[in-house]
C-alpha cells in the first residue's frame, strides 16, 4: 500500500477509535490522581493497548505505575509517551487526561500497519510529570533504550509545534539549630528560622546578578512552631530554572551558597538535598519537527507560533537521549493557561476532544514518515 494510503488507513482507524479513546481522556479526567499514584490511569490504559494486539508490561521498570507496551518489529522504533498525572487540588488543569488518550490513539491508529510501515511501536506510560521526573526515571531504568524517535502532544492555550521549556532543579532545605527560651537563655540557642530569613534575604540580593531566564522562587515549610522557642529546626522547599541544563548547574551552585551563608551566619547545620531528579530543557529534533508541522498543518490545526522557552517538562531529559518532539495544542485560545481550574473544565470541551484526535494522528502519520524515510534511505545506500 503506498505510503499516502497508509496514512489516510491510520487516519480512519484513529477516528474508528474515536469513542474509546475520548471515553479514556474522559475518565482519566473525572479520577485525577497524582504523581505516582496513577494506579487506576495506567491500568486503563494498559487494557485498551492489551485488547488491540499490544504486549504489556504494567508496573514496568521498577515504577509501580508506569507501563510499557510494544507492536510490531520493524527496524524503526518510535516510542509514544503517555502521561496521566493529575494536579493536587486542581485535578487535570494541565490536561494530561488528552496526553495519555493522544498516545493511546496514534497506536492503536498504527497497530494494524505498524510491519508495513517499517515500524516498532513502543508506548511508555510515564508518571510523576507534574512532581517526580517520571521520564527521567525510566530513561536512566532503560525504558528509551533502543529508541529512534519519542513523541508526545500537550495542550495548551496556544499552538507551538517548536515546544521549548526551562531546565528545572529542586532543592530541600532543612536547617539544624539548637532550642533555648528567647528571654532566659536566648544566647544559647541557635536560631534556625533565622538561617533561613539570612538565606531568603541572600537569595534577593543574588536576584538582581541573574540572567534574565534564570528563576528561583520557593516556599518556607517549617520555621518554628511558638514565638517563645528559639526554633532548632527550619525547612523549605525551592525549585530554579534556566533556558539550559548547562545553565543549571551554574544556577544550583550560587543559590546552594546562599542557604550555606545562612547556617555560617548563625552557627546551625543545613542539609541541602534534592528531591527529585532535574528536568531538562526541551529540544526538539529538526527532522522530527519538520515531519510534525506538515501533519498538523494537513489537518488543518492552527498556523504554530514560535515561542520561548515556557513551563518545564521531563520529556526534556528524553530529548538528550533521543530525537524527541514534545507539540502543544491549543485547546483555549488563551482563554486560560494550563494550571488554572478553568483548564481543568477545558480538558473535558469539545477542543480538547479534537486535539485529542487531530494529536493522534499527526504523531501516528510523523512516525510512519519516519520509517518511510528511514526505508528510503535504506534503499539508497545499497
Same mark, same amino acid.
Given at each position: 500500500m503506498p505510503l499516502t494510503a497508509t496514512k489516510q488507513a491510520v487516519h480512519e482507524r484513529v477516528h474508528a477509535h474515536r469513542a474509546e479513546l475520548l471515553a479514556l481522556s474522559h475518565r482519566i479526567h473525572a479520577?485525577?490522581?497524582?504523581?505516582?499514584?496513577?494506579?487506576?490511569?495506567?491500568?486503563?490504559?494498559?487494557?485498551?493497548?492489551?485488547?488491540?494486539?499490544?504486549?504489556?508490561?504494567?508496573?514496568?521498570?521498577?515504577?509501580?505505575?508506569?507501563?510499557?507496551?510494544?507492536?510490531?518489529?520493524?527496524?524503526?522504533?518510535?516510542a509514544l509517551v503517555c502521561e496521566y498525572d493529575a494536579l493536587p487540588e486542581l485535578g487535570h488543569a494541565c490536561g494530561h487526561n488528552l496526553i495519555a488518550a493522544a498516545g493511546l490513539g496514534a497506536a492503536l491508529g498504527l497497530a494494524p500497519y505498524a510491519d508495513q510501515l517499517g515500524l516498532t511501536v513502543r508506548v511508555i506510560g510515564a508518571p510523576a510529570e507534574e512532581r517526580g521526573a517520571g521520564k527521567a526515571l525510566l530513561l536512566e531504568a532503560g525504558a528509551f533504550d533502543g529508541v529512534d524517535a519519542a513523541m508526545m502532544v500537550h495542550p495548551c492555550p496556544?499552538?507551538?509545534?517548536?515546544?521549548?521549556?526551562?531546565?528545572?532543579?529542586?532543592?530541600?532545605?532543612?536547617?539544624?539549630?539548637? !532550642?533555648? &527560651? +528567647?528571654? #532566659?537563655?536566648?544566647?544559647? /540557642?541557635?536560631? %534556625?528560622?533565622?538561617?533561613?530569613?539570612? =538565606?531568603?534575604? $541572600?537569595?534577593?540580593?543574588?536576584?538582581?546578578?541573574?540572567?534574565?531566564?534564570?528563576?528561583?522562587?520557593?516556599?518556607?515549610?517549617?520555621?518554628?512552631?511558638?514565638?517563645?522557642?528559639?526554633?532548632?529546626?527550619?525547612s523549605a522547599e525551592y525549585e530554579i530554572r534556566a533556558s539550559a541544563a548547562e545553565d543549571l548547574a551554574q544556577l544550583r551552585a550560587r543559590v546552594e551558597d546562599c542557604f550555606r551563608a545562612g547556617a555560617l551566619a548563625t552557627g546551625c547545620e543545613v542539609t541541602l538535598d534534592r528531591p527529585e531528579p532535574d528536568y531538562l530543557d526541551m529540544r526538539s529534533d529538526p527532522a522530527l519537527l519538520a515531519l510534525w508541522r506538515a501533519n498538523a498543518a494537513a489537518l488543518g490545526r492552527p498556523e504554530p507560533v514560535e515561542s520561548g522557552p515556557f513551563a518545564c517538562t521531563d520529556m526534556g531529559n528524553v530529548s538528550h537521549a533521543?530525537? !524527541?518532539? &514534545? +507539540?502543544? #495544542?491549543?485547546?483555549?485560545? /488563551?482563554?486560560? %493557561?494550563?494550571?488554572?481550574?478553568?483548564? =481543568?473544565?477545558? $480538558?473535558?470541551?469539545?477542543?480538547?476532544?479534537?486535539?485529542?484526535?487531530?494529536?493522534?494522528?499527526?504523531?501516528?502519520?510523523?512516525?510512519?514518515?519516519?520509517?518511510?524515510?528511514?526505508?528510503?534511505?535504506?534503499?539508497?545506500?545499497?
Open positions: 479520577h485525577p490522581e497524582t504523581a505516582f499514584e496513577e494506579h487506576r490511569a495506567a491500568a486503563w490504559c494498559a487494557e485498551l493497548l492489551r485488547a488491540h494486539g499490544y504486549i504489556v508490561t504494567v508496573p514496568a521498570h521498577g515504577l509501580d505505575t508506569a507501563f510499557t507496551a510494544s507492536l510490531g518489529s520493524g527496524p524503526v522504533t518510535v496556544v499552538e507551538v509545534a517548536d515546544f521549548r521549556s526551562f531546565a528545572l532543579g529542586t532543592l530541600s532545605v532543612r536547617y539544624t539549630g539548637r !532550642a533555648a &527560651h +528567647p528571654s #532566659l537563655n536566648p544566647h544559647e /540557642g541557635r536560631n %534556625a528560622a533565622d538561617a533561613l530569613t539570612v =538565606a531568603q534575604v $541572600a537569595l534577593g540580593l543574588l536576584r538582581q546578578h541573574l540572567p534574565p531566564q534564570w528563576r528561583v522562587h520557593g516556599i518556607t515549610t517549617a520555621a518554628g512552631t511558638a514565638p517563645n522557642l528559639i526554633p532548632d529546626s527550619a533521543v530525537p !524527541a518532539i &514534545h +507539540p502543544v #495544542l491549543d485547546i483555549t485560545g /488563551g482563554a486560560c %493557561a494550563p494550571h488554572e481550574a478553568a483548564f =481543568a473544565e477545558a $480538558a473535558v470541551g469539545a477542543e480538547a476532544d479534537q486535539a485529542v484526535l487531530d494529536g493522534a494522528v499527526a504523531m501516528a502519520w510523523t512516525a510512519a514518515d519516519l520509517a518511510a524515510g528511514r526505508a528510503r534511505g535504506r534503499a539508497t545506500n545499497t
